[in-house]
């Protein structure tokens, strides 16, 4: 078993690196998105401060979310799914090795740039501590819930949309915890309680999405 | 002896029933070869053995056991060949068949084997966009060579094959069943098989007016 999923790992990972600035793009898409706010709202430190946590929280929530539609898209169109729901193995597996090549290629290259986008928005050393351990426990959040949106638009056109419309919304709990774990350090309390929440979100997100999204794929090879 | 078998299908697809009171047997060795007008159900039927959809009544068995009950046993059991080709654009045909083969445990020398059969060997390190239509067709047929399995599905398998890989094709089903396995398969261009049984889906074809 866990050699198959290391193989489809594999798998997602080589097609990421050969087809594309997807990751590249992602992480570009961030950096852009954050570096926009300093324009819009005037150079003043305290500010940027201020709004740092949330900025650089919904800009990462945003980016994670670009690269969500070509998770099954590909493998949708080329035939490969279906093959992909006849293997001996179950269908949960395969979708949580796809969801964890996407966070490798786009949340972890994320986790990486946030320390440069702190700097530019004047968070301090302690702040930012927190802001990365939020950001390695919210991400993989994401990736998990964004998957069943990827595997629920299969088949439609003007998925990309219709994919924000759906994961979007379901995103807010970790914005919440993740933003407000920075703000309570910033406002001297300890972020404790935030970041148990957030990891809690990830226990409960790690079985419940692959499976929620196992049942959408086999939707739609259905059709 | 184990069969494949399915009794009293009905597949209703698209808001019409497709075909109604379907049944077939499939001992092993045999070749099953469905014939039958274009939107007769051919692809539905395949799709209905791999268990990609589920029949709307009825039951699909390997000896005598519904396949619904154990997918996973049954994925263990059968190679599909469906319309499109699954070839990675970006991946060398060796790492494309390298891939599915190596989920079931196939090695390295079946792959090539697999594909010296279908006299691809040649194309072994080209990346799956340099190749044509018919290639990229006998490098999917190399695919299910190259991981043995029981049962065979194949969905009009000479696609954009040459008269050359056709007989390449043949040679490679009858092998396949001499090793007491089985075949089905629906095709418009008759392959030349030995003792295959027909089952011609358009008389199980509902008249609209029964709707």
Same mark, same amino acid.
């Given at each position: 078993?866990?050699?198959?999923?290391?193989?489809?790992?594999?798998?997602?990972?080589? !097609?990421?690196?050969?087809?594309?600035?997807? #990751?590249?793009?992602? /992480?570009?898409?961030?950096?852009? =998105?954050? /570096?926009?706010?300093?324009?819009? *709202?005037?150079?003043?430190?305290?500010?940027?401060?201020?709004?740092?946590?949330?900025?650089?929280?919904? @800009?990462?929530?945003?980016?994670?979310?670009?690269?969500?539609?070509?998770?099954?898209?590909?493998?949708?169109?080329?035939? #490969?799914?279906?093959?992909?729901?006849?293997?001996?193995?179950?269908?949960?597996?395969? /979708?949580?090795?796809?969801?964890? @090549?996407?966070?490798?290629?786009?949340?972890?290259?994320?986790?990486? %740039?946030?320390?440069?986008? @702190?700097?530019?928005?004047?968070?301090?050393?302690?702040?930012?501590?927190?802001?990365?351990?939020?950001?390695?426990?919210?991400?993989?959040?994401?990736?998990?819930?964004?998957?069943?949106?990827?595997?629920?638009?299969?088949?439609?056109?003007?998925?990309? /949309?219709?994919?924000?419309?759906?994961?979007?919304?379901?995103?807010?709990?970790?914005?919440?915890?993740?933003?407000?774990?920075?703000?309570?350090?910033?406002?001297?309390?300890?972020?404790?309680?935030?970041?148990?929440?957030?990891?809690?979100?990830?226990?409960? =997100?790690?079985?419940?999405?692959?499976?929620?999204?196992?049942?959408?794929?086999?939707?739609?090879?259905?059709? | 002896?184990?069969?494949?078998?399915?009794?009293?299908?009905?597949?209703?697809?698209?808001?019409?029933?497709?075909?109604?009171?379907?049944?077939?047997?499939?001992?092993?060795?045999?070749?099953?070869?469905?014939?039958?007008?274009?939107?007769?159900?051919?692809?539905?039927?395949?799709?209905?053995?791999?268990? !990609?959809?589920?029949? %709307?009544?009825?039951?699909?068995?390997?000896?005598?056991?519904? *396949?619904? $009950? $154990?997918?996973?046993?049954?994925?263990?059991?059968?190679?599909?060949?469906?319309?499109?080709?699954?070839?990675?654009?970006?991946? %060398?045909?060796? $790492?494309?068949?390298?891939?599915?083969?190596?989920?079931?445990?196939?090695?390295?020398?079946?792959? !090539?084997?697999?594909?010296?059969?279908?006299?691809?060997?040649?194309? *072994?390190?080209?990346?799956?966009?340099?190749?044509? =239509?018919?290639?990229?067709?006998?490098?999917?047929?190399?695919?299910?060579?190259? #991981?043995?399995?029981?049962?065979?599905?194949?969905?009009?398998? %000479?696609?954009? !094959?040459?008269? #050359?890989?056709?007989?390449?094709? $043949?040679?490679?089903?009858?092998?396949?069943?001499?090793?007491?396995?089985?075949?089905?398969?629906?095709?418009?261009?008759?392959?030349?098989?030995?003792?295959?049984?027909?089952?011609?889906?358009?008389?199980?074809?509902?008249?609209?007016?029964?709707?």
């Amino acid at each position: 078993m866990t050699g198959q999923f290391l193989r489809i790992l594999k798998r997602e990972l080589n !097609l990421a690196f050969r087809q594309g600035m997807d #990751s590249m793009m992602v /992480v570009m898409f961030f950096v852009i =998105a954050v /570096v926009l706010f300093p324009f819009g *709202i005037g150079p003043e430190a305290n500010i940027l401060a201020r709004i740092a946590p949330g900025v650089i929280w919904v @800009a990462a929530l945003l980016a994670s979310m670009l690269s969500l539609e070509r998770l099954f898209q590909l493998d949708y169109e080329d035939g #490969s799914l279906e093959l992909l729901t006849l293997q001996p193995f179950p269908l949960e597996l395969t /979708v949580l090795a796809k969801i964890c @090549a996407h966070w490798l290629t786009t949340g972890l290259p994320l986790i990486a %740039t946030a320390p440069l986008l @702190a700097i530019l928005m004047n968070m301090d050393m302690e702040t930012l501590s927190i802001l990365l351990i939020s950001l390695l426990l919210g991400t993989p959040v994401l990736s998990l819930i964004g998957s069943i949106g990827a595997a629920l638009v299969l088949g439609s056109r003007r998925g990309g /949309v219709l994919i924000s419309l759906l994961i979007l919304p379901l995103y807010i709990p970790v914005l919440i915890f993740g933003a407000g774990a920075i703000e309570a350090v910033s406002g001297g309390f300890t972020a404790k309680s935030h970041l148990m929440i957030l990891g809690g979100l990830l226990v409960a =997100a790690l079985p419940l999405c692959p499976w929620a999204g196992a049942a959408a794929l086999r939707q739609a090879v259905e059709t | 002896m184990t069969q494949f078998s399915g009794t009293e299908l009905i597949c209703y697809r698209g808001g019409r029933t497709v075909f109604r009171g379907l049944k077939f047997t499939v001992a092993p060795g045999a070749a099953l070869v469905l014939v039958g007008p274009n939107g007769s159900g051919k692809s539905s039927l395949l799709r209905l053995m791999a268990g !990609l959809l589920q029949p %709307t009544s009825g039951t699909i068995a390997w000896g005598g056991e519904p *396949i619904s $009950e $154990e997918p996973e046993l049954h994925n263990q059991r059968i190679q599909y060949v469906g319309h499109q080709t699954c070839i990675k654009p970006v991946l %060398t045909v060796s $790492e494309n068949l390298g891939f599915w083969s190596g989920i079931h445990g196939g090695g390295t020398d079946l792959i !090539l084997e697999a594909l010296e059969m279908f006299d691809i060997g040649h194309l *072994i390190d080209v990346p799956g966009q340099f190749l044509s =239509a018919g290639q990229k067709q006998r490098v999917n047929l190399a695919r299910i060579l190259a #991981s043995p399995t029981k049962l065979w599905l194949l969905d009009e398998p %000479t696609t954009a !094959l040459d008269v #050359s890989a056709i007989s390449k094709l $043949e040679q490679a089903i009858e092998q396949h069943r001499q090793n007491g396995n089985m075949v089905v398969l629906s095709t418009h261009s008759g392959l030349n098989l030995s003792n295959t049984i027909t089952l011609n889906l358009g008389q199980y074809a509902v008249g609209w007016e029964e709707l």
